[in-house]
């Protein structure tokens, strides 16, 4: 799996739209953009995942550059509750049981 | 999105004794389960891989006999740490992933906390 590369460590003001970086320059064509966050003392959530097209969903936005070598994760409207480590992953889409491989992440921390 | 549950949530133990760890699926079937661990200020590492009704693989540097892993079933894997040292303190995280039906996400549990005094 291709590796990334993300800030260690980010501050964004409650109510605000955080937008945390990752870089995958070595990211092959069958390779996913998968995004977690683990809130301190708890397991990994699953946010949001993307090919090449941009998603949205309910927590999130993501968007991938064309040459899809860098994204970013948007939190429109960040809470305290976003407080988290984020973690963005890479990895191949298959049938089989790949796991996931998790990096150092960025620390977002949400100011009042 | 899909539930897993963890007991205990932590756990006290001496040293040199067993503690197990479960983890279950409470809404899908977790053909492979992960179990990941995790120490202070440090990122998840991959212990081992799962799949129900097989062996575990284990990552390198993973003790098999000390760690050992259970998925009897689809909704449930078991991690037994023995003859549990200090060093062992941990998080230990499992997830889940179904397979089967072509799903990739895969959903953790809340954790454990063991602590070996």
């Known amino acids: 799996d291709a590796k990334t590369t993300q800030p260690t460590s980010m501050d964004c003001a409650e109510g605000r739209a955080a937008n945390l970086p990752c870089n995958h320059s070595?990211?092959?064509?069958?390779?996913?953009v998968y995004w977690y966050r683990q809130i301190h003392s708890q397991g990994p959530q699953y946010i949001i995942h993307?090919?090449?097209n941009n998603e949205t969903n309910e927590m999130a936005s993501l968007i991938i550059t064309e040459d899809r070598k860098s994204s970013t994760l948007i939190l429109p409207h960040a809470t305290l509750r976003d407080t988290a480590v984020y973690y963005c992953?890479?990895?191949?889409?298959?049938?089989?049981?790949?796991?996931?491989?998790f990096g150092s992440g960025t620390q977002l921390t949400v100011l009042p | 999105g899909a539930v897993v549950s963890q007991h205990p949530s932590w756990v006290i133990c001496k040293s040199g004794t067993s503690v197990k760890i479960e983890c279950r699926s409470l809404?899908?079937?977790?053909?492979?389960m992960f179990w990941y661990r995790q120490f202070p200020k440090q990122s998840l590492m991959l212990m081992a891989t799962s799949n129900e009704g097989s062996k575990a693989t284990y990552e390198q540097g993973v003790e098999k006999d000390k760690f050992l892993i259970n998925h009897a079933s689809l909704t449930l894997s078991t991690l037994t740490v023995t003859s549990a040292h200090p060093e062992d303190s941990s998080f230990y995280i499992c997830s889940g992933r179904n397979g089967r039906a072509g799903r990739h996400e895969q959903y953790f549990g809340p954790g454990t906390r063991l602590t070996v005094t």
């Open positions: 070595t990211i092959s064509g069958n390779e996913y």
């Open positions: 992953i890479v990895r191949v889409l298959s049938g089989s049981a790949r796991q996931l491989t």
């Open positions: 993307g090919l090449k």
């Open positions: 809404d899908f079937q977790a053909t492979t």
